[in-house]
Antibody, heavy 117, light 111 residues
Framework: QVQLVQSGSEVKKPGSSVKVSCKAS????????VAWVRQAPGQALEWVGG????????SYALGFQGRATITADESTNTAYMELNSLRSDDTAVYYC??????????WGQGTPVTVSS | QSALTQPASVSGSPGQSITISCTGT?????????VSWYQQQPGKAPRLMIY???KRPSGVSNRFSGSKSGNTASLTISGLRAEDEANYYC???????????FGGGTKVTVL
């Protein structure tokens, strides 16, 4: 089973950008789709988007289109999620997950992102 | 407000069975068998418990089972144990525009 290791916590100013990484080990990104899911404090899970690295196909939740960019680097087995124009309500833990037919079988440890002036 | 509706809390005594419902619409749960359930302990990443309505990943106890009828999916935990106390989330594929929707989560308490 692939293991996913994410980058560390981030503190950002409103209006800035954040880029979170997700490195796969025990498998290659070519074998997986990768989803990004976030969870605001005390709130439910929310799907941000996902990528099928072998096809280069990316999809986004409607609320993140134009503000989120998901990419993957097969040479380093790493997926990335960048979120622009950060607002205070983007404060959340961001997870990457291995996506198999829209079920998320393995998860990264989560990256806390705090947006505060 | 989440797209899928779950009860905020469900409780049961050790050894009992409980069922968590997840109500969607004909655009998500009602149209696809791609319904999943996740367990999340405080401060931890979610863990997949059920996928494709009723399939268990390797390592998940057979005390966990899933089903679906119409627009409502359900997760049943039988032989409830203290270690089952957690938040549970359902999700469903919702087509090629919306893709994935989650429920609001259900806190399971073992009395």
């Amino acid at each position: 089973q692939v293991q996913l290791v994410q980058s560390g916590s981030e503190v950002k100013k409103p209006g800035s950008s954040v880029k979170v990484s997700c490195k796969a080990s025990g498998g290659t990104l070519r074998s997986y789709s990768v989803a990004w899911v976030r969870q605001a404090p005390g709130q439910a899970l929310e799907w941000v988007g996902g990528i099928i690295p072998v096809l280069g196909v990316v999809s986004y939740a409607l609320g993140f289109q134009g503000r989120a960019t998901i990419t993957a680097d097969e040479s380093t087995n790493t997926a990335y999620m960048e979120l622009n124009s950060l607002r205070s309500d983007d404060t959340a833990v961001y997870y990457c997950a291995g996506d198999r037919d829209r079920s998320f079988h393995s998860w990264g440890q989560g990256t806390p992102v705090t947006v505060s002036s | 407000q989440s797209a899928l509706t779950q009860p905020a809390s469900v409780s049961g005594s050790p050894g009992q069975s409980i069922t968590i419902s997840c109500t969607g619409t004909s655009s998500d749960v009602g149209s696809y068998t791609l319904v999943s359930w996740y367990q999340q302990q405080p401060g931890k990443a979610p863990r997949l418990m059920i996928y494709e309505v009723n399939k268990r990943p390797s390592g998940v106890s057979n005390r966990f089972s899933g089903s679906k009828s119409g627009n409502t999916a359900s997760l049943t935990i039988s032989g409830l144990r203290a270690e089952d106390e957690a938040n549970y989330y359902c999700s469903s594929y919702a087509g090629s525009t919306t893709f994935v929707v989650f429920g609001g989560g259900t806190k399971v308490t073992v009395l």
